[in-house]
């Protein structure tokens, strides 16, 4: 029998929704480093001393080409099927539009394919392109009816058909359309192996006539006669490496990266640790929502029974109420509540507040006066709880429930690692939607209590370090592990980026913001912070603060916000690109450009911080020098999905700004370790919980 799962990634219902890349991105995390370390054991070796090497690395050149072959070979065969609906017999029901747009790439495919070996992966790419645009089309439709069904009524004669629809599409088209995407770019990616050689191939046709030797015969036994470096070798062991890692499930991914970090465990530090194994993978959506304390539901159930009881009292029952209260307060009554013992100055004042009123000679007044306190009380009762103290009230609780509240509960707190054992935990169906909503008594105890700790998930995780939400965007994924780093950012991009700027200003000890010019500045645990111009004016979490960094330099560069003279064109030249006008010291830009028909536009642009990611790691490798960040992948991420986890981009683009209208400048803040929270995490890193047996 299974061991029950300690974490929410090991209950299996919530690892697929929860986690859609939690393989890929616990093998990105071995592999990676393997890059890494391949590189640092073979930069400096001879090549003339690797003859062992050189003669694997050949035949493993020979069953690489004819796997690459082969690869290439199945999914052109794919995309040249015709009919094509029997691969999607799987979603039930099929989405026909998704179908109709899947089959015109399969005719396009079969009509179009080019002749020339030059043009085929233009030809793909192209098809990448059409259906990155249907993709976007397809995600804002489902957008649209998601906000339908939240502004909807369960009664709203329309639902059903908004229901119907959303399900279809998000359920069915949304994951044909990504399969169908996710071929394309494995197809695309196949021609970094075969391009070569097809070209090589498709010139000595050309050449001759009479050259009889097949395209496949030609790729599978190709030889480049270039001699073998170091690099060749590495890069080959490296996916050596990543194909070992294919067949394994997620508790023997885990326990080749425990191996890593016992190996080296300064190189991974416990935040590091604990965001790879609880993070990776995780879906990319803001974490709002997710998540609301127990035990603020339980006061507010028990706050709810108090006042119907208070309400029922007559003033001679106030009274005797009040004068035991006095008793159990002031004199020496055994029969004390748990606030009367309270230590606290904030829970004492309080105490003191209501008492004022329990003493007072009006009714009215002693009424309010014992209402406060009682109330008072049930919230001294459930706050001094553990959480873990509170879901096992929770739970005792359930049969007392309705099944949507007891589905509320499970889906808004750490319950769920128990209690889900089937798809459909987070959403409500119309005839629940219609149930909840009919309950005038629970329900709106419910609702406030959601919306009420929308963003109640920071301070928590904070001070408990559990993990407690179900997903993530960038700004929060860094914010989990600074938590862990032993500070409390404030959240948000804007104020997370002024967080580094003040405590620089400050001179607080090793401390700095700054525009990174090499290396040097990338250390670990530092937050990178990328700026970009967007076309939608940002919110007030993602507008940055004027600032400079510790060398004068600004968020935007200065030869821009000059006065700029307009470029002229050469003759017989097409017209020059128009330049941005920069105002506001560059929080805003715009430019008016004049079409062929005489007709003016304007563009504007605002100024934005568009993504935070923690740094882990400088490298070198054998294709150069790479930045190892834990973040999240942009939600327009080519896969189609986006997820936390271990990503690396090469240093030279982390200190590139970009072209003036992709502008990408980037900042990196630090402040060293604080205290980290080593008792709160032991349960939370213990390999006893972590590989369930």
């Given at each position: 029998m299974a061991s029950a799962p300690n974490f929410q990634w090991q209950n299996e219902i919530l690892l697929k929704d929860i986690y859609p890349m939690r393989l890929q991105k616990l093998r990105d995390f071995l592999i990676f480093f393997k890059e890494a370390d391949l590189w640092a054991e073979y930069k400096s070796k001879d090549i003339s001393t690797l003859a062992a090497d050189v003669a694997e690395y050949e035949k493993g050149m020979d069953d690489a080409r004819t796997a690459d072959f082969k690869r290439y070979s199945t999914l052109k065969n794919y995309f040249m099927t015709k009919e094509v609906k029997g691969y999607f017999v799987k979603y039930k029901p099929i989405e026909e539009e998704a179908m109709a747009l899947i089959q015109k790439n399969h005719d396009l495919f079969a009509s179009s394919w080019p002749k020339d070996i030059r043009g085929e992966r233009t030809f793909i790419q192209s098809r990448i392109e059409s259906f990155k645009t249907q993709l976007g089309f397809l995600r804002d439709r489902i957008r649209y009816l998601q906000r339908q069904l939240d502004g909807m009524a369960a009664e709203h004669p329309n639902r059903t058909?908004?229901?119907?629809?959303?399900?279809?599409?998000?359920?069915?088209?949304?994951?044909?359309?990504?399969?169908?995407?996710?071929?394309?770019?494995?197809?695309?990616?196949?021609?970094?192996?075969?391009?070569?050689?097809?070209?090589?191939?498709?010139?000595?046709?050309?050449?001759?006539?009479?050259?009889?030797?097949?395209?496949?015969?030609?790729?599978?036994?190709y030889d480049p006669k270039v001699p073998v470096t170091v690099k060749d070798i590495v890069r080959l062991k490296v996916e050596q490496f990543a194909k070992s890692l294919e067949s394994k499930d997620q508790y023997q991914l885990l326990t080749d990266i425990r191996a890593r970090f016992e190996k080296e465990p300064k190189r991974f530090p416990t935040w590091l640790q604990y965001m790879v194994i609880h993070f990776s993978g995780m879906r990319y959506k803001s974490a709002h929502g997710s998540w609301a304390d127990p035990k603020d539901l339980l006061v507010r159930l028990r706050v709810d029974e108090v006042r119907k009881a208070q309400a029922a009292l007559s003033d001679a029952d106030v009274a005797a109420k009040c004068a035991e209260k006095v008793a159990q307060y002031e004199g020496a009554d055994a029969n004390k509540p748990a606030l009367a013992k309270a230590a606290d100055k904030t829970w004492k004042d309080k105490v003191a507040l209501h008492m004022q009123g329990v003493k007072a000679n009006g009714p009215k007044t002693k009424r309010a006066g014992l209402a406060g306190l009682v109330e008072e009380e049930a919230k001294y009762e459930f706050m001094s709880m553990t959480t873990d103290q509170a879901l096992v009230k929770l739970e005792a609780m359930k049969g007392q429930l309705p099944a949507w509240a007891w589905k509320m509960i499970v889906m808004?707190?750490?319950?769920?690692?128990?209690?889900?054992?089937?798809?459909?935990?987070?959403?409500?169906?119309?005839?629940?939607?219609?149930?909840?909503?009919?309950?005038?008594?629970?329900?709106?105890?419910?609702?406030?209590?959601?919306?009420?700790?929308?963003?109640?998930?920071?301070?928590?995780?904070?001070?408990?370090?559990?993990?407690?939400?179900?997903?993530?965007?960038?700004?929060?994924?860094?914010?989990?592990?600074?938590?862990?780093?032993?500070?409390?950012?404030?959240?948000?991009?804007?104020?997370?980026?002024?967080?580094?700027?003040?405590?620089?200003?400050?001179?607080?000890?090793?401390?700095?913001?700054?525009?990174?010019?090499?290396?040097?500045?990338?250390?670990?645990?530092?937050?990178?912070?990328?700026?970009?111009?967007?076309?939608?004016?940002?919110?007030?979490?993602?507008?940055?603060?004027?600032?400079?960094?510790?060398?004068?330099?600004?968020?935007?560069?200065?030869?821009?916000?000059?006065?700029?003279?307009?470029?002229?064109?050469?003759?017989?030249?097409?017209?020059?690109?128009?330049?941005?006008?920069?105002?506001?010291?560059?929080?805003?830009?715009?430019?008016?450009?004049?079409?062929?028909?005489?007709?003016?536009?304007?563009?504007?642009?605002?100024?934005?911080?568009?993504?935070?990611?923690?740094?882990?790691?400088?490298?070198?490798?054998?294709?150069?020098?790479?930045?190892?960040?834990?973040?999240?992948?942009?939600?327009?991420?080519?896969?189609?999905?986006s997820c936390l986890g271990v990503f690396r981009n090469t240093l030279r683009w982390n200190l590139d700004d970009g072209s003036e209208d992709n502008y990408n400048r980037s900042f990196v803040g630090y402040v060293p370790e604080g205290k980290a929270p080593v008792e709160n995490l032991k349960p939370l890193m213990d390999w006893n919980k972590i590989i369930l047996k």
């Open positions: 058909k908004v229901e119907t629809e959303f399900k279809l599409k998000n359920e069915a088209a949304l994951p044909m359309v990504l399969e169908e995407m996710e071929k394309l770019r494995q197809f695309d990616e196949t021609y970094n192996k075969v391009e070569t050689p097809k070209l090589e191939w498709y010139k000595l046709t050309k050449a001759d006539p009479n050259y009889k030797t097949s395209e496949e015969e030609f790729l599978v036994h808004l707190t750490s319950l769920r690692v128990k209690h889900v054992t089937a798809a459909g935990w987070e959403t409500f169906t119309p005839d629940e939607d219609k149930i909840r909503f009919a309950d005038t008594t629970l329900y709106p105890i419910f609702s406030k209590w959601a919306s009420d700790n929308t963003g109640m998930w920071r301070p928590e995780h904070g001070r408990t370090q559990e993990v407690i939400v179900t997903r993530a965007v960038c700004n929060e994924t860094a914010e989990h592990a600074q938590h862990i780093r032993g500070h409390l950012p404030p959240g948000g991009l804007t104020d997370n980026a002024a967080r580094y700027v003040k405590a620089a200003a400050e001179k607080v000890p090793g401390a700095y913001f700054i525009k990174p010019t090499d290396a040097k500045p990338y250390t670990q645990g530092a937050s990178i912070f990328w700026l970009r111009y967007v076309n939608t004016e940002p919110s007030v979490w993602q507008i940055p603060k004027p600032t400079e960094d510790a060398n004068g330099v600004g968020l935007v560069p200065a030869e821009y916000l000059g006065k700029r003279a307009q470029p002229k064109a050469a003759k017989n030249a097409s017209a020059p690109a128009v330049p941005w006008e920069y105002k506001g010291g560059g929080f805003t830009r715009t430019r008016t450009t004049i079409d062929a028909e005489k007709k003016k536009s304007t563009q504007a642009q605002w100024l934005r911080w568009i993504h935070e990611a923690t740094v882990i790691e400088v490298v070198d490798t054998a294709d150069g020098t790479y930045v190892y960040t834990f973040e999240t992948s942009l939600p327009d991420d080519f896969r189609g999905t």
